[in-house]
């Protein structure tokens, strides 16, 4: 048996790739269409390879190369390996460009970004003038940026004639996928030319295991099976790689420690039985992940080591390693869904689809036979499992790019050309809450306050929220709220030792109580300050638990922002208010602006209500520096929703009332054209919690009556 690191080194040489073969024929179709589709199996060099080609070919004579990415981790990763490939530095020639990162200069020609990145881009440029090409990459994943950007080129440069009309030279569009729905795209392009790269596969042998079955509803004890799945394969089978899938950052970095832990008992003389295998490196992958660290992943181990990722749903498609011959699925992802009992977006740990399944499965079978180690039963996969993913503009709220398409002048955002269209309720709830936001008028049209939330690339309400206090003049309690919501969580809290947790703990605690009156934006605000003005702030985070790479992102984050209001303060009249009242209200009364749509009021014990109509029942989540004191509360606003065993909501800010009153009637106007004259009645307290107990009744018999069904 060969070493996993020759197979890597050799595999991962350009011209052994599948898509080599074609490289001359791909730049003919290229050249021949304005639309093009490529597929391929995962691993054959599209993402990495095709750009190179067109590059070299001299598509960039008139403008750049750009490639989309649904994941910020893949258009980084990809970057770096294509700069190393082109021999050039990173951020000249080859470049990304992520929310908040921007790593290109005036020389990039070839520009790897994500797909939310483009469509900013286009906002600001219809014609996409810049670019000679646009590749639409790893468009099975099916994220809502990428469908919505299919529709706007197929608006934009399917008719000849009307884009020649905007631009002085041809766009040529190719839209990249694993395999998979190529009819369905072609058709949607006026039935362009599909290119195929035959791939080769081989076998995978795929067990089903029986940790998981369709009764387990407490499921969180995978992680523990997923680990002795590994184990296991470590020690009995022959060399090559394991890949495990799992589905977040904390329960990756737990699994780590656990292999680590008992990875470090094994005597390697006895219990090994596969003898060139000498050693188990383990490695985490996690889109938030430091980015040297993400370039580990891809350098084949040490000889004699066998190389263990434990990733999360990313290492399926958008990411290939090398050298893999073993996959341990969990059988779970974590994913973003409308959930219509809650009436949100949230994220929520679900079993994964069975396409998915053979997906990550196939991992194994890129350079020879492979073992796939399922850690669910077969019924599991019978009874629970899905046969496709559900595109996510079918399952998540579409408020962002509706307000998005509005600007671009697509008004009418129910007939705009979805690959697959969202059902009409989303839409029409997505009109709502922009209406909600001011965002959009009665009639649909954008406001004034629309016209600067989109140009924010934040969630519309938290725009809002800063917009509130930018009129107010306290944008700097914002600004620095916002930006450490748009970072990866900053508390260091999983760590090894019970101990050591314990003293984690205890120093946010103490940040959460520095601000007074407990909040957890507040936390966030002080932690950013008190960070910002210390000497040594790196030392300061260490001693603190924090992340300081993720506050190193924040402090950037904020200076993009603030850069992005100030110009708009520059072109636009602001509106502006007075207030007195101290600081930490100021702080709440602005989120209340953007967060009035998560409103929750207790109802018993520690349980509480939403109230957006939908009634749901939420609790706080225990990392929110509020738990344990939720007797306490009544009114509270929430950033997020996490489902898990329970509802829970997370950053959590206790409010009053008299400050959401005027806007919860908002909330409940049914129609978003007929406005009824509720929406400036005044409401009291009282005639408010009847309001929701009767809408909850309703809901609930209604769920029932669902459930009967
Ligand atoms: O896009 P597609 O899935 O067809 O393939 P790709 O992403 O272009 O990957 C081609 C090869 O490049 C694979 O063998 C990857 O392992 C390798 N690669 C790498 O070594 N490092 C990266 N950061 C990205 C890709
Ligand atoms: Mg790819």
Not at 76 to 89: G, L, N, P, Y
Not at 625 to 640: G, K, M, P, R
Request: hydrophobic share 40%.
């Amino acid at each position: 048996m060969s070493k996993p690191t020759r197979l890597a080194v050799k595999d991962s040489e350009p011209k052994h790739l599948p898509i080599y073969q074609h490289k001359n024929k791909l730049v003919q179709a290229v050249r021949k269409s304005p639309f093009l589709i490529v597929t391929g199996e995962t691993g054959s060099g599209k993402t990495t390879q095709l750009p190179q080609y067109l590059h070299e070919a001299g598509f960039c004579k008139n403008g750049k190369i750009g490639i989309t990415q649904p994941r910020r981790v893949a258009a980084i990763t990809v970057a770096q390996r294509v700069a190393q490939e082109m021999k050039c530095t990173l951020g000249r020639e080859v470049g990304y460009q992520v929310r908040f990162d921007d790593c290109t200069s005036q020389e990039t020609a070839v520009k790897y970004m994500t797909d939310g990145c483009l469509l900013r881009e286009v906002l600001a440029d219809p014609s996409l003038s810049q670019y000679s090409v646009v590749i639409l990459d790893e468009v099975h994943e099916r994220s809502l940026n990428t469908d919505i950007l299919l529709g706007l080129l197929k608006n934009v440069f399917s008719d000849p004639a009307e884009a020649a009309k905007r631009r002085s030279f041809p766009l040529k569009v190719v839209v990249m996928s694993a395999t998979l729905e190529s009819d369905k795209l072609s058709a949607f392009f006026n039935n362009c030319p599909v290119f195929e790269i035959p791939g080769r596969v081989f076998p995978v042998t795929c067990t089903f295991g029986s940790a998981v079955g369709p009764k387990d509803v407490e499921r969180n004890f995978y992680v523990k099976e997923v680990v002795k799945v590994a184990l296991d394969v470590h020690i009995s089978e022959k060399a090559g790689d394991i890949l495990v899938f799992l589905t977040g950052q904390s329960e990756i970095e737990h699994a780590c420690d656990l292999l680590f832990e008992k990875a470090e008992n094994i005597d390697y003389r006895y219990d090994v039985q596969d003898r060139t295998v000498e050693g188990l490196l383990i490695l985490p992958l996690y889109g938030s992940m430091p980015t040297d660290q993400q370039r580990q992943i891809f350098q084949p181990p040490p000889p004699g080591i066998r190389k263990c990722v434990v990733a999360t749903n990313i290492a399926a498609t958008s990411l290939t390693i090398n050298g893999i011959k073993y996959i341990v699925d969990s059988g779970f992802v974590k994913q973003l869904n409308h959930n219509s009992r809650v009436g949100m977006d949230v994220l929520e740990v679900v079993p994964i689809s069975k396409s998915e399944a053979q997906q990550r499965a196939g991992r194994a079978g890129r350079t020879s036979a492979g073992k796939c180690f399922r850690i669910y039963t077969k019924e599991f996969w019978e009874k629970c499992m899905p046969e496709y993913t559900i595109p996510e503009i079918q399952r998540t709220s579409l408020t962002a790019v509706i307000l998005t398409l509005k600007c671009l002048g697509v008004h009418d955002v129910i007939r705009f050309p979805y690959l697959d269209c969202p059902e009409e309720r989303f839409i029409l709830e997505a009109l709502k809450q922009l209406y909600q936001f001011d965002a959009i008028d009665r009639r649909g049209k954008v406001t004034k306050l629309g016209e600067l939330m989109v140009e924010f690339p934040l969630h519309p309400g938290l725009t809002r929220a800063l917009l509130k206090s930018a009129s107010l003049g306290c944008q700097d309690l914002l600004l620095p709220v916002a930006a450490m919501l748009s970072v990866e969580n900053i508390f260091i809290r999983s760590v090894t030792w019970r101990t050591l947790e314990k003293e984690a703990a205890k120093k946010h605690r103490a940040l959460a109580e520095k601000t007074g009156s407990i909040n957890d934006f507040a936390t966030l605000l002080c932690v950013f300050n008190s960070c910002k003005s210390s000497d040594r702030p790196s030392a300061w985070c260490k001693e603190n638990w924090i992340h300081w790479r993720a506050l190193k992102s924040a402090f950037s984050v904020e200076t993009q922002l603030r850069e992005i209001l100030l110009r708009l303060q520059q072109v636009q009249d602001f509106p502006t208010e007075s207030f007195d009242g101290n600081k930490s209200e100021l702080l709440r009364r602005c989120l209340c602006s953007g967060y009035f749509t998560n409103v929750a009021r207790r109802s018993v014990g520690k349980v509480f209500c939403t109230m957006d109509g939908h009634g749901s029942m939420v609790h706080v989540h225990p990392s929110s520096s509020l738990f344990e004191q939720e007797a306490e509360l009544n009114w509270v606003i929430f950033h997020d929703v996490l489902v898990t065993s329970k509802t829970y909501i997370r950053t959590v800010c206790p409010i009053r009332y008299e400050w959401v009153k005027d806007l919860l009637p908002k909330l409940h106007e049914v129609d978003v054209y007929e406005l009824s004259s509720v929406a400036r009645q005044e409401v009291t307290e009282d005639e408010m919690v009847k309001w929701e107990s009767k809408e909850a009744a309703k809901r609930q018999q209604e769920a029932s009556a669902e459930d009967v069904m």
